[in-house]
């Protein structure tokens, strides 16, 4: 929603125009003396519009977008608060694991990964590993399988976390375009209901305020299409670090007896 509003509140010259709205032309009589105040934007029938005009006759298209605009700032901050190093890979649980296995102190290792300060991506790979390999006969041929399968599925919830901003990014914009045809809809009625040739200005309210739900859909599916390719590629990165590191923590499981 923030991102509308600025949009919006900084475009007043072309919501004029999608409205048909015109400024006085000072070239002609009777129009302001030169240094004096700009006359108010009118439209039709001499209507100024304002900023809550616009939402108002937006409709529930607009009432939707801007709806979805405030899930999209609110899954941008909480992906910015859990999408980190810090959260997925934390550097003080990574070296505690790697100094319990290289002391072969599995049990303790394994207890650890399961207290709630330790949990994060990291930990839970490394405690399918671990419960892996106590847990079978042949732990050290196996551990890696579990370790490949809690990777997956670890990375698959991150993954997901993203897609509400693929959905609005999808959307918002067939949302706009609902609310544009609807005002080609109110248009074409106009010129319907009109004797003879309708007036532009009689055309210009219905199409130019309907357009006002397009502009409102792309304001809001342009940043949360930047922000899902942002975290994914932020995801697929910090998964490919947390791997690496989960390998040297279960290095010294790589023998075949305990």
Same mark, same amino acid.
């Given at each position: 929603?923030? +991102?509308l !509003?600025? =949009? ?18 000072? #070239? $002609? ?9 700009? =006359? ?6 001499? $209507? &100024? ?16 977008? %801007? ?18 190093? &810090? ?5 003080g ?7 319990? +296995? #290289? ?5 303790? #290792? %394994?207890?650890?990964?399961?207290? *709630? ?16 390999? $106590? ?10 399988? =579990? ?27 067939m ?10 809809i109110?248009?074409f009625?106009?010129? #319907?209901?009109?004797?003879?040739? *309708?007036?532009?200005?009689?055309l ?6 309907? !357009? ?6 792309? +304001?809001?599916? %342009? ?15 910090? /998964?490919? &670090?947390?791997?690496?590191? /989960? &390998?040297? %923590? !279960?290095?010294? !499981?790589?023998? *075949?007896?305990?």
């Open positions: 929603m923030s +991102v !509003l600025l =949009a919006l509140a900084f475009c007043p010259s072309a919501s004029a125009q999608a409205t048909g709205e015109k400024l006085e032309d000072p #070239a $002609k009589p009777g129009a302001a003396a030169a240094g004096a105040p700009a =006359a108010p934007v009118k439209g039709k029938g001499g $209507k &100024e519009y304002s900023f809550i005009d616009y939402i108002i006759v937006s409709g529930l298209e607009g009432y939707t977008i %801007i709806l979805l605009s405030f899930v999209m700032v609110g899954f941008m901050i909480e992906h910015f608060m859990t999408i980190r190093k &810090e959260q997925i890979m934390p550097e649980v990574a070296t505690r694991l790697q100094e319990l +296995v #290289a002391a072969g102190k599995l049990d303790e #290792a %394994i207890l650890y990964c399961q207290e *709630p300060g330790s949990r994060s991506l990291l930990a839970e790979v490394v405690l399918a590993g671990l419960e892996r390999y $106590k847990a079978s006969q042949f732990g050290f041929a196996e551990y890696k399988a =579990a370790v490949e399968e809690a990777g997956e599925e670890q990375t698959s919830q991150l993954y997901r976390k993203t897609e509400v901003l693929s959905v609005i990014g999808a959307i918002a914009p949302l706009g375009l609902l609310g544009t045809v609807r005002g080609m109110l248009a009625r106009e010129i #319907a209901m009109s004797e003879g040739a *309708p007036k532009p200005a009689d210009a309210d219905p199409i130019g305020l309907a !357009l006002v739900t397009t502009f409102e859909g792309l +304001v809001v599916a %342009i940043p949360a299409m930047i922000a899902y390719s942002y975290f994914r590629n932020l995801i697929d990165s910090m /998964v490919s &670090e947390a791997g690496k590191r /989960v &390998e040297r %923590i !279960l290095t010294p !499981l790589n023998r *075949p007896t305990r």
